[in-house]
Structure formats: C-alpha cells, structure tokens
T-cell receptor, first 111, second 112 residues
Framework: RKEVEQDPGPFNVPEGATVAFNCTYS??????FFWYRQDCRKEPKLLMS???SGNEDGRFTAQLNRASQYISLLIRDSKLSDSATYLC????????????FGSGTRLSIRP | DGGITQSPKYLFRKEGQNVTLSCEQN?????MYWYRQDPGQGLRLIYY???????QKGDIAEGYSVSREKKESFPLTVTSAQKNPTAFYLC???????????FGSGTQLSVL
C-alpha cells in the first residue's frame, strides 16, 4: 500500500464550480500535512498547510481527519487559473525530515 | 536573491554512463531532498539529508548516490545501475524548524 494515496483524476469542471479532493495516508503517526500545487513541468509550490481544526485561505479550504487518516481540499468558485495538479504531502513522524508526496490529482477548469 | 539552483535544465545520458545533477541553495537551509517525477506521476523520494555529511535513502534510492560535503550543495549522481533514468528530477530544501519546502526548477534527464 502506498504511504500517501490520491485519486489521480482528471477532474474536469466548469468555471465557478466547487470541487473537492481527498487524500489518504497509511502512517497513523504522520505529523504534518500540506497541499502543494504543480503546473505542468514546473516545480511544486506550497498551497496551504492542513490543520486538525481545518483552515481556509480565500477560496481554498483544507481539512484533516486523523481518525480516518485522510485530508481534503475544497476549492470554491473555481477559476481557469486553478487548472493544475494538486499534490497531497505528509511528513513521516519517524523521521521528521522525510516528506512524502502523493501522486497528485489533475484538475482542469473549463470556461 | 536567495533560492535553489538546479543545473543543467536538460541532461542526456548515454548507456552505461554516470551523470551528476547539481543542486545548490543559498537559503542556509539544513535539510535537502531529491525527488524523481515520471510523466503523470507524483514525486518519489530518492535521498534526503538533514545535516552535512549525513544522508538517508528514500523510497527509490537504488541506482543513485548523493553527497553532502557542504551545507549549500547536495549533488545527485545517476549511476549506470539505474536502468530507467529518464525522468524529471527535483531538488528541494527546508529549514529544520520550518515545514515549507523550497524547490529548484528541476532537471529533465533523458537517455540517448
């Protein structure tokens, strides 16, 4: 079983729609969680950290469910510029510096 | 400006040849990482280093080697033992006390 698993998509939604992605992780002792965004053949960029209490940044909301070992990302009022691959990232507790990426979920926003 | 520099941007390897990818950072970061990305896939961890002169294997270390002789530098050698080296390679770094990863712009390695 992969340490971090994501639905690869692609998700193809109209502009203005709300879209949600989930990500599951296998290590119950995992420490920190993030969502990164990656445009085609570019380096990933941090979108937001994910906290147990849930957190919001503009149109983006992230949630963590430790009991079920999944994290989610919700994008409201999607824009054309949101088209990208979204990577779920988990820090391994046994080695705080080991950072594991999911395989990514592709999102395409159509006009 | 501070950042991470990877070079070259494109690299070609002949059969049986070792090649080295460069990664330099001037952010004074403690930890450095190498990831491999295949088309349509996520990032897979090759090696990482938390301090100078120390590094650990990631999930796909076979066929690769690294060194960390200086804090600023973490070169990756793709050896001839790596039979399928064609991929996009990303170097990243972070401070020990912070969680945000900073990435270089990547090196695309192809086999001739």
């Amino acid at each position: 079983r992969k340490e971090v698993e994501q639905d690869p998509g692609p998700f193809n939604v109209p502009e203005g729609a709300t879209v949600a992605f989930n990500c599951t992780y296998s290590n119950s002792a995992s420490q920190s969680f993030f969502w990164y965004r990656q445009d085609c053949r570019k380096e990933p960029k941090l979108l937001m950290s994910v906290y147990s209490s849930g957190n919001e940044d503009g149109r983006f909301t992230a949630q963590l469910n430790r009991a079920s070992q999944y994290i989610s990302l919700l994008i409201r009022d999607s824009k054309l510029s949101d088209s990208a691959t979204y990577l779920c990232v988990v820090t391994d507790y046994s080695s705080a510096s080991k950072i594991i990426f999911g395989s990514g979920t592709r999102l395409s926003i159509r006009p | 400006d501070g950042g991470i520099t990877q070079s070259p941007k494109y690299l070609f390897r002949k059969e049986g040849q070792n090649v080295t990818l460069s990664c330099e950072q001037n952010l004074n970061h403690d930890a450095m990482y190498w990831y491999r990305q295949d088309p349509g896939q996520g990032l897979r961890l090759i090696y990482y280093s938390q301090i100078v002169n120390d590094f650990q294997k990631g999930d796909i270390a076979e066929g690769y080697s690294v060194s960390r002789e200086k804090k600023e530098s973490f070169p990756l050698t793709v050896t001839s033992a790596q039979k399928n080296p064609t991929a996009f390679y990303l170097c990243a770094s972070k401070m020990a006390t912070h969680e945000k990863l900073f990435f270089g712009s990547g090196t695309q390695l192809s086999v001739l």
